[in-house]
């Protein structure tokens, strides 16, 4: 009786433990389909905004043809009627309001390449004690990519950021701290590999991984939680090939994105 006891025990554990690994994995996925469709979307907004500046040019050329139509209709009559004038001046007045318009949007086109810019150097600088096999910086869609190798902040098959992985954290928290308005999204990555042991699996270690960053970030360094996200990617956003030593040390990682925060920019495309 008592070793039919202890069966039925663990198979309530064993039960349990399974239903919170699939909320977790539930969750991570939602999560995951989340900050991806934020990264779309601004990639979007940035391919909108050049969409826009390329339309206006086109305005502007027809509407500076029309003007100088008009002016040429009017040189030939030798006078202007009433009716002219005022579609001359209206005229003007279209080609001069999308000038502004496309001046407006190209200047807020290069502020957002210029403080993706800044801020990539800014952490290349603070970041340049580390070698490329610890850690990269990267720009891309107007975003900065900070990647530290799983080396570099924890042991194998752990979520406890070693001491070593502290230092490149404190680095970077300095420049978030004088540089408000970066937004931060922390995405774990690991291999192919299955593990054992205290995670119930790849996206359990990468999720608590990339809440171990947040936690030093927050807690030990006072970085804004309200400008964080973190997610676990799992072995599902690979960098390199998993069939390979090399490439299964390089997809584990963790990648810090940066964005500047373009709030001004979306109210003029909104507008």
């Not at 069966?7 to 433990?17: D, G, K, R, V």
């Not at 999560?31 to 391919?47: E, Q, W």
């Not at 973190?230 to 960098?239: L, R, T, W």
Request: contains cysteine.
């Amino acid at each position: 009786m008592k070793k039919q006891l202890t069966i039925f025990i663990l198979a309530i554990a064993a039960l349990s433990q399974s239903c919170v690994s699939k909320r977790l994995y539930r969750e991570s996925q939602d999560n995951v389909s989340s900050l991806r469709a934020d990264s779309t979307n601004l990639a979007n907004k940035v391919t909108d905004l050049q969409s826009k500046i390329d339309q206006l040019h086109q305005n502007i050329a027809d509407l500076t043809r029309n003007v100088n139509n008009l002016s040429d209709k009017n040189n030939l009559l030798g006078q202007e009627s009433s009716a002219q004038q005022s579609q001359l001046s209206q005229s003007q007045q279209a080609l001069d309001q999308q000038r502004q318009r496309l001046q407006q949007l190209e200047n807020l086109l290069d502020q957002q390449r210029k403080q993706s810019q800044q801020l990539k150097a800014k952490m290349s600088e603070a970041l340049n004690s580390f070698n490329s096999n610890e850690l990269t910086v990267t720009q891309k869609n107007g975003k900065v990519y900070v990647s530290l190798s799983e080396g570099l902040l924890f042991p194998s098959g752990s979520a406890v950021v070693n001491p070593r992985g502290v230092d490149p954290l404190a680095k970077l928290a300095a420049v978030l701290i004088v540089n408000p308005d970066i937004s931060v999204n922390i995405e774990g990555h690991t291999d192919s590999i299955p593990i054992h042991g205290k995670y119930a699996d790849n996206w359990d270690l990468s999720t608590a991984r990339a809440n171990a960053i947040v936690r030093v970030l927050v807690n030990d360094y006072m970085v804004n939680p309200k400008s964080i996200e973190a997610s676990g990617h799992s072995k599902y956003d690979p960098i390199d090939v998993n069939t390979t030593p090399e490439g299964r040390a390089k997809n584990r990682r963790t990648e810090i994105i940066l964005s500047p925060k373009l709030d001004e920019m979306y109210k003029l495309l909104e507008s």
